[in-house]
């Protein structure tokens, strides 16, 4: 990483993402210069900014149907106030060379275990003070908006596009992001606000998850609609990083696909996805850099080559800068070993007419907490599922939804057995037998308004349901896909 140096102040931020994802074409930094008043904590110094960007996609072939997922980045900034909107004054240029020199960037071009994809820049003159807001501002698909690169791999779809692993290009439309810039708020800065102290230098992780930030509409085409965090970082690019393994033999899952995600709890006390990624041949992952300090819960999943599913193992409370060794996966057992899917309806309505929203499906189950009570955990899919969909159609309504709907269907592949759980200690980690009995899951939806950069959508804008569409507990089972409760989103926009 590059250092930033200013005469008031000496510290640097570098920006890191993704791993599950599309979080840093979702982000965009914003600074304040010295002396400016009425944003934030400006001190009157200032320090120094380096910005990066890691995705660790877990949607990759085979895994998925992308080879290559390519943002042209013009601009990053980031702002004091919480409430800055897109046209407020004080929005600061983290990496000002870009503004004349943007970057295309394949997404997809690093490995599942290397820590930065790329660096975007550095600026040596950044006020001091605390940082509430990012934004990445990204070159218009027509071009229209700036400078562009000097060399396109999108060949004509625009500058923003995903490669299919069939070679064919498709044009990523952004729409009005590209002037309004992919956002990371306050709720998604882990450790809060990017403190910059006079006279220091500042590491800024962004987190681009590609892999839950891309939409396929129903015409063939697709959309952004970016998922991204961010955090301050130690410049040693400290990770969580481990082994998945089989619980009997020790070694590697044959085949198949590994997913390994990092977790923490949200606004809800639900633990959601913060990094994901796929394993390499050997089990191997590492998720980094990450913010300093911070406690992560682990979660992994895998089908083997044979089709046969393992339970999801989870270990908490894993700090930052850990090795966790190994983890052990157990295959699960019976006359049918395969995963459960869970098949459901998304409607959406501003009450009088139908609305189109983006959807985000999350399937959760409750394990034990290493301090006592009990725990909501997100369990990746275990492999491609439909769980980012687009509610726009009429045509997907059956009979019995809402009237003045749009309706979307999802899918997610999930583990038909209930979860390992273990808690971090130093030396070995005992993991629990997984429960036997019926394995309950709950599914939730969360729903935003299209191409707003992740502006959440209706009345609730999260819905959860613990319900099968009899109206019984959700239950996973292999086999045929299981029908959770329908949820309808009402009061959208």
């Known amino acids: 990483m590059q250092r930033l140096h200013r005469a008031c102040s000496n510290r640097r931020i570098t920006v890191v993402g993704i791993a599950a994802a599309f979080s840093v074409l979702g982000l965009s930094a914003v600074l304040l210069s010295c002396g400016v008043t009425g944003y934030g904590m400006s001190s009157g110094g200032t320090g120094s900014i380096n910005v990066s960007l890691t995705d ?3 949607c990759a072939f085979p895994n998925g149907n992308f080879t290559h997922v390519y943002i042209t980045v013009r601009s990053v900034q980031a702002h004091m106030s919480a409430t800055a909107d897109d046209n407020s004054p004080g929005w600061q ?8 020199q943007p970057m295309q960037i394949d997404l997809f071009a690093a490995g599942s275990n290397t820590c930065l994809l790329t660096t975007l820049g550095s600026n040596t003159a950044l006020p001091a003070g605390n940082y509430q807001q990012i934004r990445l501002l990204l070159v218009a698909n027509s071009g229209g908006n700036g400078p562009t690169p000097g060399t396109n791999n999108c060949n004509g779809q625009g500058f923003n ?9 498709h044009e990523l439309d952004l729409s009005s992001q590209a002037n309004t810039g992919l956002k990371i708020p306050p709720g998604q800065i882990v450790g809060g606000p990017i403190s910059v102290g006079a006279g220091q230098d500042v590491d800024l992780n962004i987190d681009f998850n590609a892999c839950a930030s891309i939409i396929q509409e129903g015409n063939g085409q697709y959309r952004l609609k970016p998922v991204l965090t961010a955090g301050q970082v130690s410049t040693n690019t400290a990770g969580i990083s481990g082994q998945v393994v089989d619980s009997i033999t020790r070694l590697p899952i044959v085949g198949g696909t590994v997913i390994v995600a990092l977790e923490r709890q949200d606004g809800t006390g639900t633990d959601s996805i913060f990094m ?3 394993t390499d041949p050997l089990g191997n992952f590492n998720f980094c850099p990450l913010p300093t300090g911070a406690m992560f819960d682990v979660v992994a999943v895998a089908i083997d080559g044979a089709g046969v599913a393992y339970n999801t193992t989870v270990e908490t409370s894993v700090p930052s800068g850990t090795n966790v060794g190994m983890i052990p996966l157990i295959a699960e057992t019976g006359a049918t070993p395969g995963p459960a899917t869970f098949q459901g309806l998304v409607t959406a309505t501003t009450g009088t007419a139908p609305a189109a929203v983006d959807a985000l499906l999350s399937a959760i189950q409750t394990v034990p907490a290493s301090g006592g009570g009990t725990l909501q955990v997100t369990i990746p899919a275990e492999t491609a599922s439909a769980a980012n969909v687009a509610v726009a159609s009429v045509t997907s309504c059956p009979v019995g939804a809402p009237a003045n709907a749009n309706c979307a269907t999802y899918a997610l592949i999930e583990p038909a057995s209930n979860p390992s759980v273990g808690a971090f200690a130093t030396g070995t980690v005992s993991f629990s037998i997984p429960a036997a009995g019926d394995v309950l899951y709950s599914i939730r939806a969360n729903a935003f308004v299209p191409m707003s950069g992740g502006t959440s959508d209706c009345t609730p804008s999260s819905i959860s349901t613990s319900l099968g569409a009899g109206g019984n507990p959700l239950k996973a089972v292999p086999g045929p896909a299981v029908t959770p409760k329908e949820i309808d989103f ?3 926009s």
């Open 161 to 169: 596009c995903v490669v299919l692993h069939d070679g064919s290009i």
């Open 56 to 58: 660790p996609p877990s």
């Open 93 to 100: 240029e983290l990496a000002p060379q870009l503004v004349n």
């Open 490 to 492: 009402s009061g959208c």
């Open 276 to 278: 994901q990624t796929a």
